[in-house]
């Protein structure tokens, strides 16, 4: 174990003071806000005690994703090895189990995280799922195919919906299932929404067998070309988007209602960024798909009728 990790679990303490809590869980509200817009929206609509443990969550998602991007930059320009960055997230696994131990430290993540431990159970096999996940970016590799990718958009993003899915809570385990129909369309849109800003960084994560069924190649995507072929290929790839979309749609009125609106407000405002990919006649690589706030905002009474009024 390296040292720097004893050290913190030495340091750490087993119970936070109620005052550390409250600024850990702001601290970690803070990230959310900074850095996932949509999400951050979408969390504004649920019960306070289900926002500081999404917070949580999604605090260590950035920050671990982060990690890998900083790194990756810094292997590049020499700064960093690969052995030290398999020494970085390790320390963050060993993080984690200290946490999962009743030991937080005093990051302020983990003493988030052990916080919300006490009324979520969160089985400790997903968030070392999801590092293992940001960590298949660190030396990239395309997918030949769907079912490779699907492994990937499972450990970055499924498991996500699964922690959320714990912290929501749940009448049917079925839930679960589209919990991770849910994770694999939201990821199936990040990549299609981020296709131009992948090829400036020499990645394609669209399966190279289907490029090549769609008559087109690694090197026209690299090129940012667009032709009919291309086109074609984009609209297969929404498609296959939407449709774990809907099958995830049976899964919301599987969770406790306080939390329907919010999971309905972001699956929705998620899935039409594929509508605006095809406003933008699938240029996907000069113009990025976005949804303005206005646009988020009037997705709002649909929701709230389908979630509230309908039967």
Excluded at 188 to 207: H, K, M, S, W
Excluded at 240 to 255: N, W
């Amino acid at each position: 174990m390296p040292d720097e990790v004893q050290n913190d679990i030495a340091a750490a303490t087993i119970v936070a003071a109620p005052q550390a809590c409250s600024d850990a869980f702001a601290w970690c509200r803070n990230v959310t806000r900074r850095h996932a817009k949509t999400f951050y929206l979408a969390t504004r609509f649920l019960p306070k005690s289900q926002r500081n443990p999404i917070y949580a969550m999604y605090a260590l998602l950035r920050t671990v994703d982060d990690l890998v991007d900083t790194a990756e930059e810094d292997i590049a320009l020499g700064k960093l090895d690969r052995s030290g960055l398999a020494r970085q997230m390790e320390k963050w696994r060993q993080k984690l189990r200290a946490c999962y131990n009743g030991n937080p430290g005093n990051d302020p993540i983990m003493i988030a995280w052990h916080e919300t431990l006490k009324t979520c159970d969160i089985p400790i096999e997903l968030p070392l799922d999801l590092m293992d996940g940001v960590a298949m970016d660190i030396d990239f590799k395309p997918f030949e195919t769907f079912d490779e990718l699907y492994v990937y958009c499972y450990k970055v993003a499924s498991v996500v919906g699964l922690m959320c899915s714990e912290i929501f809570g749940y009448s049917d385990r079925k839930a679960l299932d589209h919990a991770i129909e849910l994770g694999i369309a939201m990821q199936l849109t990040n990549i299609l929404r981020d296709v131009g800003e992948d090829v400036d960084r020499n990645r394609i994560y669209i399966p190279l067998e289907e490029v090549r069924r769609f008559g087109c190649s690694e090197a026209q995507i690299m090129q940012k070309e667009i032709d009919e072929n291309f086109r074609n290929l984009i609209r297969f790839q929404i498609d296959r988007a939407r449709s774990y979309y809907q099958a995830s749609d049976q899964g919301i009125p599987m969770l406790e209602k306080r939390s329907r609106f919010a999971v309905r407000l972001s699956s929705l405002n998620y899935n039409n960024i594929l509508r605006t990919i095809e406003d933008n006649g699938y240029d996907v690589f000069s113009r990025r798909a976005y949804r303005s706030f206005y646009q988020k905002l009037r997705t709002i009474p649909t929701i709230w009728f389908k979630t509230y009024l309908s039967k």
